[in-house]
Nanobody, 128 residues
Framework: QVQLVESGGGLVQTGGSLRLSCAAS????????MGWFRQAPGKEREFVAA????????FYTDSVKGRFTISRDRAENTGYLQMNSLKPEDTAVYYC?????????????????????WGQGTQVTVSS
């Protein structure tokens, strides 16, 4: 069982920046990837970004490309989401997720079903 703990959320003005962190409770040498999802009030959870743990390949949803950067520190067993140029529509609870299963031909890294463990979420609020 892997426990994930997010931190770094908060209130920021439009155009501001935040850095989210996702720390795992134990080292998982077999970890395949880490992802970030978000859920705004009244909306479904949506994919934000993902990174493969070994090779560092990154994936982003179109609305955050050029503004958000996902990264990971394998030595610290921690993932990050740097969010710049924040907009009010970025307001949501942000969740990190970890995948420990090997990648298959069906893996896309942009679906909740691609991930095995989830954090409790951290609130990000962007004021206009």
């Amino acid at each position: 069982q892997v426990q994930l703990v997010e931190s770094g959320g908060g209130l920021v003005q439009t155009g501001g920046s935040l850095r989210l962190s996702c720390a795992a409770s134990e080292r998982t040498s077999s970890r395949n990837a880490m992802g970030w999802f978000r859920q705004a009030p009244g909306k479904e959870r949506e994919f934000v970004a993902a990174i493969t743990w070994g090779g560092g390949a990154t994936f982003y949803t179109d609305s955050v490309k050029g503004r958000f950067t996902i990264s990971r520190d394998r030595a610290e067993n921690t993932g990050y989401l740097q969010m710049n140029s924040l907009k009010p529509e970025d307001t949501a609870v942000y969740y990190c997720a970890a995948r420990v299963r090997p990648r298959t031909f069906e893996t896309r890294y942009n679906r909740a079903a691609d991930f095995d463990y989830w954090g409790q979420g951290t609130q990000v609020t962007v004021s206009s």
